[in-house]
């Protein structure tokens, strides 16, 4: 009960300068509105730039240590032996959804007339697509289909630049395992996007059994293991490398670069902003309450000639600063939530970023431990900055400060 007359008392006190209240409250409500809106951004962005990475890849990646560690001299050098028993082995694991083995090599690719270079991948074409989905946007024609052999997809880029299409017959030409050059007729199956007009202009997928047949040779690259979810990553990796100490067993988030650039960027970015605004919230907070202490100076040195202690006082202030800072809170945590819902209702398109030809939905995570540190940093530096102001009044001496004027 006491502590309600408190908060009872405080609340009367905040309402004495309804004007500079709402100001206060006002700034501390857009101040923690842009940081829950900020941090759910830039949530958001980490949690689709993961997923995005993990679907590439997979959440592991199994390969030779030196596939890792070390350049190839011809293609294949460090590929893996025995890839469909090294499969089964993998998906004995209860967390693993699917293993798809992977064939990357270079080389060039001539439509009779013009030859260029291109970076290519061979897949398992029905497993890549039933697992990963529609991870590339096909342009024209069809994705691959393993029943179907020496098939190939090109980015559009290169597409153009060969002047093919669905249909068009292009000659691959890459260094076998014996270093030797070898040559295949292939069929163009359908052109496809990734989003990302650099690679677009080398990128050809073709089946795993056109790749080994075009490098002489039964191995592959690496496996890529999905999961049935994220957070099983690390417990499976450890389970795996135990069970392979020969191979190494790198997590997606060992090969995404991107995805840690970006991440290391917004955490400055956003670091600092929620930084500054938590300064300006204090500021304004520090203000609007010496303001207060100055007014009613003699009105503490009144209180304290009655008796009233110092630390009552402090506390009193100190109240009035974590209501102006709590309900700025709370108000900003309401504006917040309504923008990232509204977003969700009404979707909103970002631009292409730097080095993409799409754009991406804006959407803001609603994530409970970020409003919960966000209210309650807001609450303690209110309090703080209230508490820190009001102490320095209520320590001079009880004539002084009824002589104020």
Known sequence: MNAFRWLAFAWANTLRNRRRAAVTVLIAALGTAAILLAGGFALFTYEGLAEAAARSSGHLIVARPAQFERDEDVPLQHGLDKADALKAQ????????????????????????????????GIDPDAEFAVKGPFLKVLAGKVLASDQQLQVMLGDGLARSLKASPGSSLTLLASTTDGALNALDVTVAGIVSTGVPDLDRRLVYTDIATAQKLLVTQRVSSLGVFLDRMAATAGTQQRLQAALPDLKVQTWLDQAFFYRSVKELYNRIFGALGLIIG?????????A?????????????????????????????????LLLGGLGAAMGAALALAVSVSLLVFPMQMPPPPGRSVGYPLQVAIDGSLYG?????????????????????????????????
């Open 90 to 121: 993998l998906l004995a694991d209860p967390h693993v959804r699917q293993v798809l083995p992977r064939v990357d090599f270079s080389g060039l690719i001539s439509n009779g007339d013009k030859s260029t270079v291109m970076v290519a991948t």
């Open 279 to 287: 300064v300006i919230v204090v500021f304004v907070v520090t203000n």
């Open 289 to 321: 309450m010496a303001m207060a202490v100055i007014e009613r100076t003699r009105e503490i040195g009144t209180l304290r000639a009655l008796g009233t202690l110092p630390a009552q006082l402090v506390r009193s202030f100190a109240l009035e600063g």
């Open 373 to 405: 540190m966000t209210l309650l940093a807001m609450l303690v530096l209110a309090c703080a900055a209230s508490a820190l102001v009001a102490r320095r009044t209520v320590a001079k001496p009880v004539v002084d400060a009824l002589a104020h004027v």
